[in-house]
């Protein structure tokens, strides 16, 4: 029984060890795009983010299986899962500054609003578009 016991705990060790291993693998191919993205970001001097510009090198080299989706899909699980700890930040930073915005309040909401209503309308027109093609396509 003891043996039963040490050989599941050698076992369960071993285990985490590897799920460690993939989680540092994963946080490396992540930070490794995002400051592929910084680089690039710099370097052409463009008003994107580099934050978004290694975003889509990770899509690209993803979808092109420059890289194995598994290598990343434990990390970006658990940054998936934990996504709330990445608001606290910007959350102080809007209390820090809550005089300076409550001065802007309404242009700020004007913002808001006119960017939803934009982004309803053209998500609204380009589903109403592709159904019709779909339908199009389904009757051919």
């Known amino acids: 029984f003891y043996i039963f016991v040490l050989l599941k705990i050698k076992l ?3 285990t985490y060890r590897l ?3 993939d989680m540092i693998k994963g946080l490396f191919y992540i930070l490794l795009f995002y400051f592929l993205g910084e680089a690039v970001s710099i370097l052409i001097n463009s008003f994107i983010p580099g934050s978004v510009i290694g975003m889509i090198l990770l899509f690209l080299s993803l979808f092109f299986g420059i890289i194995n989706p598994k290598n990343v899909k434990e990390t970006s699980l ?14 102080v930073g809007l209390m820090a500054y ?5 001065q802007s309040i309404w242009g700020i909401l004007l913002a808001i609003i006119i ?3 934009l ?4 998500v609204a027109l380009i589903q109403d578009y592709f159904e019709k093609h779909q339908i199009k396509r389904g009757k051919k």
């Open 98 to 102: 809550a005089e300076l915005i409550s």
């Open 119 to 122: 982004t309803i309308v053209v």
């Open 78 to 91: 658990v940054i998936t899962k934990n996504m709330a700890v990445f608001f606290v930040p910007p959350a």
């Open 19 to 21: 799920i460690e291993f």
């Open 115 to 117: 960017s939803t209503v």
């Open 12 to 14: 369960l060790s071993f």
